[in-house]
């Protein structure tokens, strides 16, 4: 079977060209949802701001998407007072399935030094600082991507991401469904008994679990639904319910077997640094805490005992400033905890 990388990392991150002067670089991260785009004075420390719509091309479209990119970006660069022509690099981390069609918009738009990647890409870099490691994605989807190094020499390497029908394991929707699955189980008493029968009716306000259930397929409950029921899971798991905490020991082990095969793949494991490689969990599923964390490092730990596993929480914008910051070949930028204090700021402004 055909086994080359699903996603790749583009030359300019694995060969930049350096910039030593480079003042201002742009930051992107694309969603279903909304757009948020940085601009970041690298001299100055100050971080501006753009906000645009939805802009993943399966959700919206190429024409759609592309227009709320360049909107929040023009935001973003007007507020900084500059020019466009101004940005020493520019990183736009897209939501989607395949980028490419949004990549070519952007470059006749605008130009081809604005790189275009998927946003698993970007949530590497938030996850480990644009350095060798994994970066863990769960919120209502789940997510597995790594690098093995940093050079044009280096394996990149995608694991699950193939939405919430063909996989998403671990993610918010995969224990809200998991979750409804096991009051159903409770129902009919072919399952254990579980706190998360009372749970799911109260939460989607219905008198019974089978009429959860048929709003599964008669309403339907949509994906969005059904993942912030994991937020339940999570209450259920830590007042000690067997049933919850067991879901989320199975989202562990399922991801932990995503995750070693991008470690194996990359060779992080046999080619990393002394001190290990990041393993940087992000996203809404991780809030649960230590019911899904110390199952998940575990068993990744068991598998690489030199990888250090730990949750990150920075804006995904951040990562897209780190890789601007990289495309120009600088190694100098603020450290992550620093510019995640800056987002905050800008946003909270």
Not at 148 to 171: C, I, N, P
Not at 254 to 281: H, K, M, R, W, Y
Request: some cysteine; overall charge negative.
């Amino acid at each position: 079977m055909r086994r080359d990388p699903l996603v790749q990392l583009p030359r300019a991150l694995t060969e930049p060209r350096r910039h030593p002067d480079a003042r201002f670089v742009m930051g992107i991260d694309g969603g279903a949802t909304k757009t948020l785009a940085a601009v970041l004075d690298l001299r100055a420390g100050v971080l501006h701001l753009g906000h645009a719509g939805p802009s993943n091309e399966d959700a919206v479209g190429a024409k759609a998407a592309v227009a709320a990119l360049l909107a929040a970006a023009d935001e973003a660069i007007a507020r900084a007072g500059i020019a466009s022509d101004d940005l020493a690099g520019a990183v736009l981390a897209v939501a989607g399935t395949d980028t490419d069609s949004v990549a070519e918009h952007v470059a006749s738009a605008r130009t081809e030094q604005w790189l275009v990647v998927n946003d698993v890409v970007g949530a590497w870099a938030t996850a480990t600082g644009a350095t060798p490691g994994v970066a863990v994605i769960s919120g209502t989807g789940s997510n597995v991507f790594g690098v093995g190094g940093v050079d044009a020499d280096a394996r990149a390497w995608r694991a699950g991401g193939w939405g919430h029908l063909r996989g998403d394991e671990g993610s918010g929707y995969w224990l809200g469904a998991q979750s409804i699955k096991a009051a159903l189980r409770d129902r009919e008493a072919s399952g254990p008994p579980t706190a998360l029968s009372d749970a799911v009716c109260e939460f989607f306000q219905m008198p019974s679990v089978e009429a959860v259930a048929s709003n599964v397929y008669s309403k339907p409950l949509t994906k969005g639904e059904i993942a912030a029921f994991a937020t339940e899971t999570a209450r259920v798991a830590a007042a000690g319910d067997a049933v919850a905490r067991e879901l989320y020991e199975l989202g562990a082990r399922e991801l932990a077997g995503q995750i070693a095969a991008v470690i194996d793949q990359t060779g992080l494991a046999a080619n990393g640094s002394a001190d290990g490689f990041p393993v940087g969990l992000i996203g809404s599923a991780f809030k649960a805490g230590a019911v899904f964390v110390e199952p998940l490092a575990q068993a990744v730990r068991a598998h690489a005992e030199r990888a250090r596993v730990n949750v990150v929480e920075i804006a995904p914008v951040g990562g897209s400033l780190l890789l601007a910051i990289r495309v120009c070949g600088l190694t100098d930028g603020p450290p992550r905890e620093e510019l995640s204090r800056m987002i905050d700021d800008a946003l909270h402004a």
